[in-house]
């Protein structure tokens, strides 16, 4: 059996496409479920966050692992195969174990190094023991994985790079103030009370808002949180709770408001924005136009034409940018290169006339000098991105809003409302994208790099352990026949000969097994050793159903060790 890793994240696929195939808690389960009941795989954990779904198994077959977890994946999360599989990525054997304990690390996070992964990881670890999905293989991957993220924040300074979603988008918020000093005395409202919303009521807390006001449609924990905020030793904020419906009121008296719920459907309309603010203002709330830009010089305007390969609804209107220039055609391969030198053909003479302007040719000429360039080296260099759009300034927000639900709380649509600022997920995988790595990243990643190692080895020790032991049954066994035999032949023997005689066999036997077992268990945790096990078999004529009851009960031992774990957790 192998391990593997099929997977979507936010460096794999845009936030629209995590959005929709986002698993709500019976679906997460449901998967595990028939994951384990698929022919390939006999271990599952699911690993599911805000920006990231990840199952991991134990698979007999690669190929068809690979084919059974993108289709299960599919079906759960209600996304099409076609349309989910562009953006999944696989990861095999060592390389998922270097997955796992780099996202362990923070290092696969939207911000690098933030710890708030770890109790994900242990929530998932959690769910697959409940389920009885998790053997001895995910057991210990992920329990290893826990240890490299923690090894990993004490003897590095990642946490000095690592911060938590929520304190990420407070500073987005702050747009370069201060948190401390930007949330100082303001109203806060929270939607939710789950772990996220109950990091972010803390945050705003210590931050030194004003007032928290906890809204949650079960009113216990929106209470139960409130209580503890209040009763915090390193806070003096109001809080309370207020049911759900309250939030339209709520929501003209907050400053800042942060959501994040388990919601299918949008917790805050644009609609219901645009009336808050206007209840607080007492003016209604205009609307930001992003009607693009004319094209320049009496072009057709980008996007009437059909055929062309650019994004274009990412350069629309963008300054100093041309879809004829160097910079839209850098980055294509030969055939695309060709597609857009065709559209540009087609598509970009001067309507008014009918006839190519100069700059047209020049851009023209540059295509077909590139294309030349394609045919010999094969590949133009790195795509450029376009200039931004050139914005008219905004008010400064009356309102402001953290959605870091997924799929998400708040409509996007706000983003258009003036006096609003939002931040969702979506704005804060592009922000997180620029900001800087810290210098401890390299020093985590040689930790990494050990423990995949360590792991490695142990797995493939491990995996000879029920062989050894097999042999070491064989030979007791032996050594009880003879004794036996010894008995028949010489009946005359006193216990204290017979003991001696047998502790003598036994010693023989032990002295010549240990040296080839110690060196076959040392051998076979070496990278391509897993032979030794099936050689040692041959060697002894060990019966196979010997070294698989042997290993069932070890199996029957870790489920045990695990089940009083949690036993012990629950006293």
């Known amino acids: ?100 304990f780099s996202v362990a690390c923070g ?124 009763e915090g030793d390193d806070t003096d904020v ?43 203002t007492g003016t209604p709330v205009a609307v930001r136009d992003e009607t693009p830009a004319p094209a320049a010089g009496g072009l057709a305007p980008a996007g009437t034409d059909e055929g062309c390969p650019l994004d274009l609804s990412a350069v629309q209107g963008a300054t100093g940018f041309s879809v004829m220039g160097e910079a839209a055609v850098a980055g294509m391969d030969a055939a695309t290169l060709e597609q857009h030198a065709a559209w540009v053909d087609r598509g970009t003479v001067d309507r008014r006339d009918g006839r190519r302007t100069p700059e047209v040719e020049v851009e023209a000429e540059l295509i077909t000098a590139l294309a030349a360039t394609v045919a010999a080296g094969g590949r133009l260099p790195e795509r450029r991105r376009p200039e931004p759009v050139v914005e008219a300034p905004r008010p400064a927000p009356v309102l402001a809003l953290l959605d870091l639900a997924m799929p998400r709380d708040i409509d996007a649509a706000v983003h258009r409302l003036l006096g609003v600022r939002l931040v969702d997920i979506e704005s804060l995988a592009e922000a997180s994208a620029d900001a800087p790595m810290a210098a401890d990243v390299d020093l985590v990643r040689r930790i990494v790099a050990d423990e995949v190692t360590a792991f490695g080895a142990a797995q493939r020790a491990a995996h000879i352990t029920p062989t050894v032991v097999a042999l070491r049954t064989m030979a007791a066994d032996v050594v009880a026949n003879e004794i036996a035999r010894l008995d028949g032949r010489l009946p005359g023997l006193d216990e204290k000969q017979r003991g001696e005689i047998t502790q003598t066999v036994r010693r023989v036997v032990d002295k010549l097994l240990h040296a080839p077992t110690v060196r076959v268990k040392q051998l076979a945790a070496e990278p391509g050793g897993a032979g030794y096990a099936d050689a040692l078999r041959t060697l002894f004529d060990l019966d196979p159903e010997t070294v698989a009851a042997v290993s069932r009960a070890d199996d029957r031992d870790t489920s045990d060790s695990t089940e009083n774990a949690k036993n012990r957790g629950r006293e």
């Not at 389960?29 to 599911?48: F, G, M, R, S, Y």
């Not at 988008?169 to 929270?190: F, I, M, P």
């Not at 009370?193 to 808002?209: C, D, N």
Request: one cysteine or more; charged letters at 20%; glycine letters at 8%.
């Open 238 to 280: 109001l809080a309370r709770a207020v049911p759900m419906d309250a939030v339209p009121a709520e929501l003209t008296r907050a400053d800042v408001a942060v959501s994040c719920t388990g919601a299918t459907g949008l917790v805050l309309t644009a609609e219901a924005v645009a009336a808050a603010v206007e209840g607080r």
């Open 1 to 100: 059996m192998s391990l593997l890793v099929v997977g979507l994240s936010h460096r794999s696929a845009p936030v629209s496409v995590l959005e929709r195939a986002t698993l709500n808690a019976d679906a997460q389960i449901k998967l595990l479920q028939d994951t384990v009941a698929a022919e390939p795989a006999a271990e599952a954990a699911l690993l599911a966050t805000c920006n990231r779904i990840e199952l991991y198994a134990d698979v007999d077959k690669f190929h068809a692992g690979v084919a059974e977890l993108s289709t299960l994946l599919a079906q759960h999360s209600g996304v099409g195969l076609e349309e989910l599989t562009p953006y999944l990525y696989v990861h095999y054997e060592d390389r998922a174990v270097h997955h796992l």
């Open 107 to 230: 290092l696969d996070s939207m911000v690098v190094g933030e710890g708030q992964v770890l109790g994900q990881i242990k929530d998932a670890l959690a769910t697959a023991q409940e389920l009885h999905t998790a053997g001895r293989l995910l057991n210990d991957l992920f329990q290893q994985a826990l240890r490299t993220g923690k090894r990993a924040h004490s003897e590095t300074g990642i946490d000095r790079a690592g911060q938590s979603l929520v304190t990420f988008g407070l500073e987005q918020l702050s747009a370069g103030t201060a948190v401390e000093a930007w949330a100082k005395g303001k109203r806060a409202l929270v939607i939710g009370a789950g772990s996220m919303s109950s990091l972010a009521a803390a945050t705003l807390a210590r931050a030194g808002v004003a007032e928290v006001v906890i809204a949650n449609r079960t009113p216990d924990r929106a209470e139960r949180l409130a209580q503890i905020l209040i």
